[in-house]
């Protein structure tokens, strides 16, 4: 059975920072791109970091770059979020998704595998 489970979210204050873990299991996601999307309270669901199979492409939300770094962990088949720098707009629920897609087209749609999602919350 394939799963991504995330974990890490929690509260922290504005200009603080958190890292975000994307575990997966149940099958070899080569050649999928994983990618992190959020959802904040009454808003659509967004794009936010994407990383494909090598590595060696990664994508990211205009609104988060220069403070979100995605990365990716053979090893232990996990993916990560490091989050500095947050801001009270970056409160949502995270989901970490997969997709067989080059990570500059990861979007909210057409993933074909979903975690349940990581509550992050940003004090102003």
């Known amino acids: 059975q394939v799963s991504l489970v995330e974990s890490g979210g929690g509260l922290v204050q504005a200009g603080g920072s958190l890292r975000l873990s994307c575990a997966a299991s149940g099958r070899t996601f080569s050649g999928y791109s994983i990618g992190w999307l959020r959802q904040a309270p009454r808003k659509e669901r967004e794009f936010v970091a994407a990383?494909?199979?090598?590595?060696?492409?990664?994508s990211y939300a205009d609104s988060v770059k220069g403070r979100f770094t995605i990365s990716r962990q053979y090893a232990k088949n996990t993916v990560y979020l490091q989050m500095n720098n947050l801001k009270p707009e970056d409160t949502a629920v995270y989901y970490c998704?997969?997709?067989?897609?080059?990570?500059?087209?990861?979007?909210?749609?057409?993933?074909?595998?979903w975690g349940q999602g990581t509550q992050v919350t940003v004090s102003a």
């Open positions: 990383i494909n199979w090598t590595g060696a492409s990664t």
């Open positions: 998704a997969a997709a067989r897609s080059a990570a500059h087209t990861m979007g909210v749609v057409g993933n074909d595998y």
